[in-house]
Nanobody, 127 residues
Framework: QVQLVESGGGLVQAGGSLRVSCEASGSTFTMTTMGWFRQAPGKEREFVAAIRWNQGDTATDYNDAVKGRFTVSGDSAKNTVSLQMVSLSPEDTAVYYC??????????????????WGQGTQVTVSS
């Protein structure tokens, strides 16, 4: 049974940095697309960033709200993905969820396309 296990997150002051990581354990296959979503209190879950591997090529996508501040990276062979976050603001406060799919997702932003999800890790940015 595939499980996505997240680590990292926590409390940081505005302007600070955090890193969240995720590993897909129990998988006998390679995830082709892995990404991050977040959900703030009272808001819908939104796409943050994703990475996709395909025949030696790597593609990434970012929500405009985090572009230039967040960097997604990963290792397809190890089924891991990380999100390095800098210049954090209180608006980034949310539960961050790791998502993964074994298929090639031409569009990485729709949450409904991902088959596997982590339990979420809290990121809190204080002002």
């Amino acid at each position: 049974q595939v499980q996505l296990v997240e680590s990292g997150g926590g409390l940081v002051q505005a302007g600070g940095s955090l890193r969240v990581s995720c590993e897909a354990s129990g998988s006998t296959f390679t995830m082709t697309t892995m990404g991050w979503f977040r959900q703030a209190p009272g808001k819908e879950r939104e796409f943050v960033a994703a990475i996709r591997w395909n025949q030696g090529d790597t593609a990434t996508d970012y929500n405009d709200a985090v572009k230039g501040r967040f960097t997604v990276s990963g290792d397809s062979a190890k089924n891991t993905v990380s999100l390095q976050m800098v210049s954090l603001s209180p608006e980034d406060t949310a539960v961050y969820y790791c998502a993964a799919d074994r298929g090639f997702l031409p569009y990485m932003r729709p949450a409904r396309l991902y088959d596997y999800w982590g339990q979420g890790t809290q990121v809190t940015v204080s002002s």
